[in-house]
């Protein structure tokens, strides 16, 4: 069984529509899919309805944007109910302040001489539940500024550049309670990404597991062979689900193929028990997997 637990759609920032999605999964030869959009389950529906066509069990899931000790944190929610009032505002809150900063990201990229406008952005997130800087990037390649995503994220759009405008995030520990009040489970995404820092520390991450946080996603391309053996004896140290995945964005992420990373079945079991004594415990409806 091949599963691959983190993947786009442009609900968010990935190319595919959540139907493309699952399809494109299954030409991958995978088994299980979870669709994880950035702070949405808008392409729940979608993506699940095809799952039966393509033999693809389909996994619902989220990458929430939030903040730790100052730092951004992605993450990932699995099979929880997407109408808890809590969870629902504060999806609504990071969505609204993603959109909100793309006028100031125009103006400043508009005062160093490039002719983009709000709408060829918009032009670019039509489908998307809120509009983010990928989409920017998306508009810069359109009007031929750069070549491809990561240029425009390099020369203008990352943190310290001069277009750069930061934006909400949603807190760690509550969003992690109330992923388990919707009776989901949560797994910290691509946990040492990026930074290349070996942080949040095995401290916090017991703290996290403490309070209800199910895994780590330890084979995610933004780690190193070293990043994740130490991950992986982290997860096991603390009873964390260990996970795996593509983090796939369609065209919008190279190096980042459906299946290149995957979750090993029996961490997916754990995985799905822990939902389900999570959906129990919270009293909620949650969305049902049936593995092939
Ligand atoms: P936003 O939430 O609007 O700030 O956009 C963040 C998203 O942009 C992330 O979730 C990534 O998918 C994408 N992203 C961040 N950095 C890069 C990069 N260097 N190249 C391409 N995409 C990126
Ligand atoms: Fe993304
Ligand atoms: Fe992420
Ligand atoms: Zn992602």
């Known amino acids: 069984m091949r599963i691959d637990l983190h993947t786009h759609s442009r609900v968010s920032d990935g190319t595919d529509s959540p139907a493309e999605l699952v399809a494109a999964a299954a030409a991958s030869g995978l088994d299980v899919v979870a669709i994880t959009d950035h702070d949405s389950t808008a392409g729940w529906s979608e993506a699940l309805a095809v799952g039966p066509e393509h033999g693809v069990t389909v996994v619902s899931g989220i990458e929430i944007s939030t903040e730790y000790a100052g730092r951004s944190v992605h993450l990932l929610g ?140 330890v084979d995610h391309q933004d780690h190193s062979a070293q990043a994740r053996d130490a991950l992986r004896a982290i997860a096991r140290n603390l009873g964390l689900v260990v996970t795996g995945s593509s983090d796939y964005h369609g065209t919008g992420k190279t190096g980042h193929p459906l299946g290149v990373n995957t979750t090993d079945p029996t961490e997916l079991h754990r995985l799905l028990e822990r939902a389900a004594a999570a959906s129990a415990a919270a009293g909620r409806r949650t969305p049902v997997v049936e593995l092939p």
Do not use: C, K, M
């Open 78 to 217: 699995y099979l929880l109910d997407p109408t808890l009032p809590g969870l629902v505002a504060e999806l609504e809150h990071v969505l609204a302040g993603r959109s909100a900063r793309v006028p100031t990201i125009v103006s400043r990229l508009r005062e160093i001489g490039i002719p983009i406008t709000e709408e060829d952005v918009h032009e670019q997130s039509a489908d998307a539940a809120a509009t983010g800087r990928p989409h920017v990037a998306d508009a810069l390649v359109a009007l031929g500024v750069v070549g491809h995503r990561d240029e425009a994220f390099d020369r203008y759009l990352s943190w310290g550049r001069e277009a750069f405008v930061d934006r909400y995030n949603a807190p760690l520990e509550q969003t992690i309670r109330l992923i388990a009040e919707a009776g989901g489970v949560s797994v910290i995404a691509h946990p040492w990404g990026r930074s290349g820092r070996r942080e949040p520390s095995e401290e916090r991450l017991a703290e996290l597991a403490a309070i209800g946080l199910s895994g780590l996603e």
